[in-house]
């Protein structure tokens, strides 16, 4: 549900920049980020060993992909980021159902 929440946060985050509402665009990006910083927070290294690394780093990635977002106005990095977010998604939900 953290990924859906995002993905729908970032795909709001990038129509509202194309629409060059920079200020809505700010606000989903924070919500964005702050699912991304908590899913972040919750890696698990004891028990996640190389999967929580490469998570973290992931989250790194994004965090600071989507700041460069904000400072280009650049709504493609967002799409960047949330095709990311969808294919981690997709992968958890896969793991979910087997």
Same mark, same amino acid.
């Given at each position: 549900?953290?990924?859906?929440?995002?993905?729908?946060?970032?795909?709001?985050?990038?129509?509202?920049?194309? /629409?060059?509402?920079? +200020?809505? #665009?700010?606000?989903?990006? !924070?919500?964005?980020?702050?699912?991304?910083? $908590? &899913?972040?927070?919750?890696?698990?290294? /004891?028990?996640?060993? +190389?999967? #929580?690394?490469?998570?973290? !780093?992931?989250?790194?990635?994004?965090?600071? $992909? &989507?700041?460069?977002?904000?400072?280009?106005?650049?709504?493609?990095?967002?799409?960047?980021?949330?095709?990311?977010?969808?294919?981690?998604?997709?992968?958890?939900?896969?793991?979910?159902?087997?």
């Amino acid at each position: 549900m953290l990924y859906d929440g995002t993905y729908r946060f970032l795909a709001q985050a990038s129509a509202a920049m194309n /629409e060059r509402q920079f +200020e809505v #665009a700010h606000n989903k990006l !924070r919500r964005a980020e702050m699912i991304i910083s $908590h &899913l972040q927070a919750s890696l698990d290294y /004891e028990n996640g060993g +190389e999967i #929580a690394s490469r998570l973290y !780093r992931i989250y790194v990635f994004c965090t600071r $992909h &989507l700041n460069q977002a904000r400072i280009n106005a650049d709504p493609q990095q967002i799409d960047e980021v949330r095709q990311l977010l969808k294919t981690l998604r997709d992968a958890w939900a896969q793991v979910a159902g087997s």
